[in-house]
């Protein structure tokens, strides 16, 4: 079965630091999307990401964050300048198609610890 | 603005026995309706979603919920759980009446099924 796949699986960084998150989503989908897991918090959407543009974005995703698909497969997600409180688990998911009803598929996500 | 509340922080069930995660609504039109189970250093996997018709809907490794919309529930249900159905739930909704396509989680029930 198809799988969203990220890498890496954990990262750590030093306040401050460029980060970028990849991911791959599953091939003949089309949405994209990034959401993210404070520990003990909600599952919060970030943004997401249709032919090569934003589609929507949270109040969350600011201008230190930045998504791009630079080739065919990869969907990246870089946060410029690392803040402590950017630390969480980042999850990928994507859909093959932006109706309502699609089932976005989630990634095993990233779990990103800033120091 | 949409939101679901998962009012259960834990819940705890005997092998054999029925497990229920209850899962409260609210949109400010028809909801899409998701349910997500999480295992340890896994990701977010799609066990079912209620889109419209049969307000029972019947999903992966043999869970259901039932779509109620005069108490704007969707409680997930299994009828004999397992050991292995240990992890941890979230629910999630869709209002594209607003235009969005991102899901809005709840904050997750840990579910612990003893043997």
């Known amino acids: 079965e198809p799988e969203v796949t990220q890498t890496p699986s954990h990262q750590v960084t030093q306040m401050g630091q460029e980060v970028i998150l990849r991911c791959v989503p599953i091939?003949?989908?089309?949405?994209f999307y990034w959401y993210r897991q404070i520990l003990g918090q909600k599952v919060e959407f970030l943004v997401s990401f249709y032919n090569n543009e934003i589609s929507e974005k949270s109040e969350i995703f600011d201008d230190q964050f930045s998504v791009e698909r630079p080739d065919g497969s990869n969907f990246t997600l870089k946060i410029r300048s690392t803040k402590l409180e950017d630390s969480a688990m980042y999850f990928c998911a994507s859909s093959e198609a932006l109706r309502g009803a699609e089932t976005q598929y989630f990634g095993p996500g990233t779990r990103l610890l800033v120091l | 603005a949409q939101s679901v509340a998962q009012p259960e922080d834990q819940v705890n069930v005997a092998e054999g026995n029925p497990l229920t995660v209850k899962c409260t609504y609210s949109v400010s039109g028809n909801p899409y309706l998701f349910w997500y189970v999480q295992y340890p250093n896994r990701g977010l996997q799609f066990l079912l979603k209620y889109i419209t018709g049969d307000n029972l809907v019947k999903g992966s490794y043999g869970f259901e919920a039932e779509f109620n919309k005069s108490q704007t529930s969707f409680h997930l249900k299994k009828p004999s759980a397992l050991v292995s159905d240990s992890a941890l739930y979230f629910c999630a909704v869709r209002d594209i009446s607003r235009g969005d396509y991102k899901l809005s989680f709840g904050a997750g029930t840990t579910v612990t099924v003893r043997a």
């Open positions: 091939s003949n989908h089309l949405y």
